[in-house]
């Protein structure tokens, strides 16, 4: 007989899930969040939740919250940054997360999913190069508004995948190789060089972690694939570190405003969205645009449009889940345990899109955030598992069979 925890939690999972797999269509994924959020009260009883192990993510989720109604509050214009309460039915996706993602199956089964959904994704793009785009002038973007939003929501999903095929045999994921020669090659296409630089970094420390002996052959393949690729890849592979480059400058130009802004507000900013109204007036006087949406980096962002306690709880929660995501991986390296693949895609995916902040705004664009969030929820998830999760919900993996 089927267990009725299954069912109850199968019926949070499975739109829970589906709001992640949709994000190419954001309407659609939103009516599926918003199904997840009514179903979750009738999907779980509090007492079944291990709430206490999730307060690392909880805690500075909850202040974020609260600061970013203060910052609205107390803006420059609380009529214009009214809007951006809705991001708290976003952040929704996290705390699901915890909720749904209660057995190894289901954690397999969603990170399984991105990975197909980005090499999905990836063909939209390279057949978008294949009709005529690929230039600095028509960037790939795959169903997406931004190239940006592409590159983002791909870099994760590479990083799932390469800790899966450095985890497991050539033979029993073959479907993963294609997929990452699709996402990579998508990723190279999209010019996005944010995105390039997280990856590589991020690679990095995934070898130095799983496979020490892989760094030997990453700068190699490096090399080999800008050789292959077209000059304009190689152009913009040689101008990330040029400040000759005027988006470069542009970016110290936006970073130096931003400054500016913290002083002038340092608790709780200008206000949501009152930084592309207000920029002007912090502009340095040799800054290549009169304005900018946003100041590319979303650090600098968040200090400036929320203040440095907004800054403070955005840190706190993505250093604590990079904390327990790595140490919940070496344990699991040290123990051999057939988790590792997970642990290690969980950090690695977080640790990419942290390094990509430094240079866009990726928590501003909602698309690339929810998948973010997903992966926050993965470490604590795979963390009450591994500390005397419920035997009904071990056993509960064929609800979503």
Do not use: K
Not at 200 to 214: D, K, N, Q
Not at 272 to 282: A, G, L, T
Not at 383 to 388: L, P
Request: net charge positive.
């Amino acid at each position: 007989m089927r267990d009725p925890r299954a069912a109850r939690g199968a019926t949070l999972f499975w739109p829970y899930v589906l709001h992640l797999w949709t994000i190419f269509g954001l309407a659609i994924s939103n009516a599926l969040l918003g199904i997840a959020i009514l179903a979750a009260p009738f999907s779980v009883r509090r007492r079944e939740v291990p709430w206490e192990r999730f307060r690392g993510a909880l805690t500075p989720l909850a202040l974020y919250v609260l600061i970013l109604l203060t910052s609205i509050a107390a803006s420059y214009s609380p009529r214009v940054s009214l809007p951006s309460a809705s991001e708290i039915f976003s952040l929704a996706t996290l705390p699901l997360g915890l909720i749904a993602l209660r057995t190894e199956r289901r954690i397999r089964l969603a990170m399984n999913g991105l990975v197909l959904l980005a090499a999905l994704l990836s063909l939209w793009g390279l057949g978008q190069f294949l009709t005529g785009a690929g230039g600095m002038d028509w960037r790939i973007r795959g169903p997406f508004s931004h190239y940006m939003t592409f590159a983002g929501v791909l870099l994760m999903a590479d990083l799932i995948v390469v800790s899966q095929l450095v985890s497991r045999r050539f033979g029993r994921w073959g479907w993963r190789w294609l997929a990452l020669v699709l996402i990579n090659a998508a990723l190279v296409g999209s010019l996005t060089r944010s995105a390039w630089v997280a990856l590589l970094a991020s690679l990095v420390v995934l070898f130095l972690l799983r496979a020490p002996r892989l760094l030997l052959v990453l700068a190699p393949a490096a090399v080999v694939i800008l050789l292959v690729s077209p000059e304009t890849v190689r152009q913009r592979a040689g101008s990330i570190f040029s400040l000759e480059n005027i988006t470069n400058y542009d970016r110290l130009c936006m970073l130096e405003a931003g400054m500016h802004m913290v002083a002038e507000r340092p608790l709780f900013g200008l206000g949501p969205r009152m930084v592309e109204q207000r920029y002007p007036i912090y502009r340095h006087p040799t800054a290549p645009r009169p304005r900018v949406a946003h100041l590319h980096n979303s650090y600098v962002q968040l200090a400036a449009e929320r203040g440095l306690l907004s800054l403070a709880a955005y840190v706190w929660l993505l250093g604590a889940t990079l904390l327990l995501g790595y140490r919940g991986l070496r344990r699991e390296l040290d123990a051999g345990n057939g988790q590792a693949e997970l642990w290690l895609g969980a950090f690695t995916a977080l640790l990419a899109f942290c390094l990509a902040g430094l240079f866009e705004d990726n928590w501003r664009d909602t698309e690339v955030q929810r998948v973010a969030l997903f992966v926050m929820a993965l470490p604590y998830c795979l963390e009450a598992r591994g500390n005397g999760a419920d035997e009904a919900e071990r056993t509960a993996d064929e609800s979503v069979a």
